[in-house]
């Protein structure tokens, strides 16, 4: 049974946490993707059980319950919301796993709490924005062109053009999920969006728009700016899990990450996109146990 918590965090700010999995075990920090704010899934709260992990994912700073930043911060500044959560759980040691836009924010925490990070996976992780030999928009879908350009402009065009095309999406309905995002969504990621799985992304961006969009307006910010931290710096397992059917984060950004993080491990897969490696979160896990050296976790 999943728990809400409001932990204290850096700068006098509240962070929204939603504690499940398992009663006892290590601990799996995840990071949601851009927009998103925690909201209870029994799917992914019975695998993380299942693996003998706890279960720890909280909503960034300006969404859900999450007190704003007085400004955006960058991948790097969220790590110390991460210490945040993770010291009031009292977890010395932990897994942590981001998809999308949390990719950064899992490595992030590789490259800067070595000594407490066991392993990561990033699940369709994007790679850093302006950065050389990577195209960063070939093979995505035109609607995230539109809104990283708008991002490059700062927070206040960037804010204006969110209020403007991206709350349709944040407010849609379970029903309502597969049209918003357009043509982000491809063939396989459709047939993997279920309706339990659209029930529980319509209820995350529901969430995430509590606040209206200044949650999604720094995420993006983010996304366009340096990360604060240096990918060849990670000695900590990492595991990179991209499908080359994915339109929002393309696969040549899994290829990427896969040949720039010292650790990495290369989970490369032809037949699978951006939603659809959710549905193989098991399989995630496994590798993630085994990298961190928790082989008797499950």
Not at 76 to 88: F, G, T
Not at 108 to 124: E, G, K, Q
């Amino acid at each position: 049974m999943s728990e809400r918590l409001h932990v204290a965090g850096p700068e006098g700010r509240s962070i929204e946490v939603l504690v499940g999995g398992a009663d006892a075990g290590p601990w799996l920090l995840f990071h949601g993707g851009s927009p998103s704010a925690v909201a209870e899934w029994a799917r992914m709260d019975d695998t993380v059980r299942a693996a003998g992990l706890r279960l720890a994912t909280y909503s960034r700073p300006g969404y859900g319950a999450s007190t704003p930043r007085p400004q955006a911060g960058s991948f790097a500044d969220d790590v110390a919301d991460s210490v945040a959560v993770l010291d009031h759980l009292g977890a010395a040691t932990f897994l942590t796993a981001g998809w999308s836009g949390g990719g950064p924010r899992a490595l992030a925490c590789a490259a800067l709490l070595p000594d407490r990070c066991r392993a990561v996976a990033t699940i369709a992780g994007v790679a850093p924005y302006d950065t050389e030999g990577l195209d960063w928009f070939a093979g995505m879908a035109e609607e995230n062109h539109e809104e990283y350009h708008a991002a490059e402009h700062g927070p206040e065009v960037y804010g204006r053009f969110l209020e403007q095309d991206a709350l349709d999406l944040l407010r849609a309905s379970p029903d309502q999920v597969l049209e918003g995002m357009g043509g982000l969504v491809t063939t396989v990621d459709a047939a993997a969006l279920d309706a339990d799985f659209a029930d529980w992304m319509s209820r995350t961006f529901n969430h995430a728009a509590a606040q209206g969009v200044v949650g999604m307006r720094d995420d993006g910010l983010a996304a366009v700016a340096p990360w604060g931290f240096d990918l060849a710096d990670i000695r900590v397992p990492v595991a990179v899990w991209q499908g080359r059917q994915d339109a929002m984060v393309p696969y040549e950004h899994g290829v990427w990450l896969a040949e720039h993080v010292p650790t990495a491990e290369a989970r490369l897969l032809e037949d699978e996109g951006h939603l659809s490696l959710i549905v193989h979160l098991d399989r995630i896990l496994d590798d993630l146990i085994r990298l961190g050296g928790l082989g008797g976790a499950g």
